[in-house]
């Protein structure tokens, strides 16, 4: 069935550092690939999406592409702030041929230092 | 995008007693809803997948008459946590697809019982 991997965490950095949070992921279809975020006590939060590849998702200074070759959706930020800090999730959603059913990464911690 | 939307976002409810989640579609008709349950600290389980106006599909270990699923119309799930207790409290997610589609996640539910 359709599983996604993400980096075990917690990934610790400190502010204006470069981040990459990696994704991979494995399907039968073609599934729309996503990164949620969520902040400490609270919900979940669509960060961003790509539907098919090559898509580049971006919001808030992150931004992840979608690359079916290396079945990947690593997310990433140029500089990273101390409000950054949370549980960033990936998750695929495939499309009726595949599994459909919505899958998520296990999550990775990020905590960003002064 | 299409919009999935989950009430209340956080409920505390007193031993015993029942809770109601609702999980709509706002946009469009949700065939297929999913619902997750987050354990501290972990990821995201799958607990049951639901088609309208059927009876849910539950996933192995998940209690059926503690978490009652009912998919009734094509914008409208609810899970209802029966009689419940510390140990059920969590955060919830639902998932919503169409004919099609893929699956839009809701913000999530934290359900706290003391």
């Known amino acids: 069935g359709d599983s996604v991997t993400q980096m075990e965490g917690p990934v610790t950095l400190s502010e204006e550092a470069f981040l990459t949070i990696n994704c991979t992921y494995t399907?039968?279809?073609?599934?729309?690939l996503f990164w949620y975020v969520q902040y400490p006590g609270e919900g979940l939060q669509l960060l961003l999406k790509?539907?098919?590849?090559?898509d580049k998702g971006s919001n808030k200074g992150f931004e992840a592409t979608y690359r079916k070759e290396t079945t990947s959706f690593h997310l990433e930020k140029g500089s990273v702030q101390v409000s950054d800090s949370a549980v960033y999730f990936c998750a695929l959603s495939d499309l009726p041929g595949g599994s459909y059913i919505p899958t998520f990464g296990r999550g990775t911690s990020l905590i960003v230092h002064p | 995008g299409a919009v999935v939307s989950q009430h209340p976002s956080r409920v505390i409810c007193k031993s015993g007693t029942s809770v109601k989640i609702e999980c709509r579609s706002l946009?469009?008709?949700?065939?297929?809803m999913f619902w997750y349950r987050q354990f501290p600290k972990k990821s995201l389980m799958l607990m049951a997948t639901s088609n309208e106006g059927s009876k849910a599909t539950y996933e192995q270990g998940v209690e059926k008459d503690k978490f009652l699923i009912n998919h009734a119309s094509l914008t409208l799930s609810t899970l209802t946590v029966t009689s419940a207790h510390p140990e059920d409290s969590s955060f919830y997610i639902c998932?919503?697809?169409?004919?099609?589609?893929?699956?839009?996640f809701g913000q999530g539910t934290r359900l706290t019982v003391v």
């Open positions: 998932s919503a697809a169409g004919v099609g589609t893929e699956a839009f």
């Open positions: 790509a539907t098919k590849a090559d």
């Open positions: 399907a039968t279809g073609y599934p729309s």
């Open positions: 946009d469009f008709q949700a065939t297929t």
